[in-house]
């Protein structure tokens, strides 16, 4: 009898210290202001992280920086070389848009001397620059002003979108990234989509979602960079035909930026929109201003001021 007594109470003991470690935990996470970081794949969410670490962390540690020469590929230096100065790819590279090249390729073309350099580190710009895939649930936690972050990057491309609903409690504030620049290109997993069509379908589900009620959304237009050079060339109305701005910067900026406003069925939400450079650092650093007074907007909503 006394040792079914004592094991009751060892079981007991064990499920209370499992409670308190569970309310510690959400006491914790209390602490955090929680970003969810959405949008469809290769939209830059990636390369946001990338940012918050140099800007709000200790950046890059030589180890991480050595991971990414693996991922420059090397072993095809001369080949690389060789076939950047053909007139045949110069020409092909003009037409891009027609397949899936990533956007960092005249980056990596042009860069590729500095690549083989026997004492060759990569710098910010070289990572910032590099490619990868996400997949699964990647946490990122950093202090700004006095505000503690926590931000979550979820994989873009359909198949990793599941996962997202495990992301929604307690969020603060969504980060929406949207290509502005592949508005010509369709989807790497499903090539009979459009890329922009598909963003706007994203966001508008996103925006309007029962689990984001009253959560800020700020709307990052990403890829402004190369919005600019593509837009010189190729009319937005290849996607959108009522766009008559012609082959303007402002004017296509303009009509994107109400196209995705307008997908907001709630007049009182809080949406901030940004045309972002995500590889720029300064840029980046402006735009996250924004996150933080989203929050702050929150914050003050929260205790009855507004």
Known sequence: MGKLLSKKKKKESSNSNKIDEKMKKEEQEKQFAKLLLLGA?????????????????????ENERKEVVEQIILDFYEKIKTLWKDGGIQDAYSRRNEF??????????????????????????????????????????????????????????RNERKKWIHCFSGVTVVIFCASLS?????????????????????????????????????LFLNKADLFRKKIKTVDLNVCFKDYEGGCDFDNASEYLQEKFLS????????????????????????????????????NVKDVGMI
């Open 182 to 218: 592949e508005y010509d290109q369709n989807l790497f997993e499903d090539r009979t989509k459009n890329r922009m069509t598909e963003a706007l379908m994203l966001f508008e589900e996103i925006c309007n979602s029962r689990w984001f009620t009253d959560t800020s959304i700020c």
């Open 263 to 298: 997908l907001n069925r709630n007049p009182d939400k809080d949406v901030t929109v940004h045309f972002t450079c995500a590889t720029d650092t300064e840029n980046m650093q402006q735009a996250f201003d924004s996150v933080k007074d989203a929050i702050l907007r929150r």
């Open 100 to 157: 899936q090249l990533f956007d960092a390729a005249e980056f990596y073309f042009t860069n590729i001397d500095r690549f083989v350099e026997e004492e060759f580190t990569p710098n910010d710009e070289d990572i910032l620059n590099t490619r990868v895939r996400t997949t699964g649930i990647i946490e990122t936690k950093f202090e700004y002003e006095g505000i503690k972050f926590s931000l979550f990057d979820v994989g873009g491309q």
């Open 41 to 61: 794949g290769e939209s830059g969410k990636s390369t946001v992280v990338k940012q918050m670490k140099i800007i709000h962390k200790e950046g890059f540690n």
